[in-house]
């Protein structure tokens, strides 16, 4: 069956310009989750979304990175004003269950950021 | 005392040997345990569970291990094969936030 699916899957972009990644979830998994991998670091969890919303936020580096949901399915996640250092790869994961149902996260294949 | 097996960043085993993955976990209060497999250019793949009331669980062509009173886990893959040459993570949660380890990339000889 289908994955979770992201796009796009590299992104290029100059020091200051705005990006919008996009998160498409397995079928019917209610939980979503956000993570970065850096190179030389492991994965950094990012958010948590259970349907619409979002009860956790806090591994958001800081103010300029925002994301949501919508209809329980698609999530974008947005970085304003980018930086030299939010180069990563970003990876969106989804699970049937959220919270302490104790169900694997599946992930997708990531979009490769790289800000010049 | 028990023996534990050493975390190793880089494993390399011959075609056909069994792997053993270790991985030291650091949250005594986590209860539920992955490991992801992960190809270069790839997102992170599931292998297999455990949760903390269980210390062994198979898969096919693979054994997780939980030691809760060392905090340790470990992956064994048996019959290695080519298609095995990945990076290795243990990822543990006492919620839904997953911590993950730092890697350990095996490579399989022919």
């Known amino acids: 069956g289908a994955g979770v699916s992201q796009s796009p899957s590299n992104k290029v972009t100059e020091k200051g310009k705005d990006v919008e990644l996009r998160c498409d979830p397995i079928?019917?998994?209610?939980?979503l989750y956000w993570y970065r991998q850096s190179l030389g670091q492991g994965l950094e969890f990012l958010i948590y979304?259970?349907?619409?919303?979002?009860?956790?936020k806090s591994g958001l580096p800081s103010d300029r990175f925002s994301a949501e949901r919508t209809g329980g399915s698609v999530s974008t996640l947005t970085i304003q004003r980018t930086q030299q250092e939010d180069s990563a790869v970003y990876l969106c994961?989804?699970?049937?269950?959220?919270?302490?149902?104790?169900?694997?996260?599946?992930f997708g294949d990531g979009t490769r950021l790289s800000i010049l | 005392g028990e023996s534990v097996g050493l975390h190793l960043p880089t494993l390399s085993v011959q075609e056909g040997d069994n792997s053993i993955i270790n991985c030291a976990y650091s949250?005594?209060?986590?209860?539920?345990f992955i490991w992801y497999k992960q190809e270069s250019g790839k997102g992170p793949q599931f292998i297999i569970d455990?949760?903390?009331?269980?210390d062994k669980r198979q898969g096919q062509r693979v054994t997780v291990l939980l030691n809760k009173t060392v905090k340790h886990l470990s992956l064994q893959i048996a019959a290695t094969q080519p298609g095995d040459s990945a990076v290795y993570f243990c990822a543990e949660t006492d919620d839904y936030k997953l911590s993950f380890g730092a890697g350990t990339t095996v490579t399989v000889r022919a």
């Open positions: 979304f259970q349907g619409n919303s979002a009860p956790d």
């Open positions: 455990i949760r903390s009331n269980m």
């Open positions: 994961a989804s699970s049937l269950g959220g919270g302490r149902s104790n169900q694997p996260q599946h």
């Open positions: 949250n005594s209060a986590s209860d539920y």
């Open positions: 079928s019917g998994h209610t939980a």
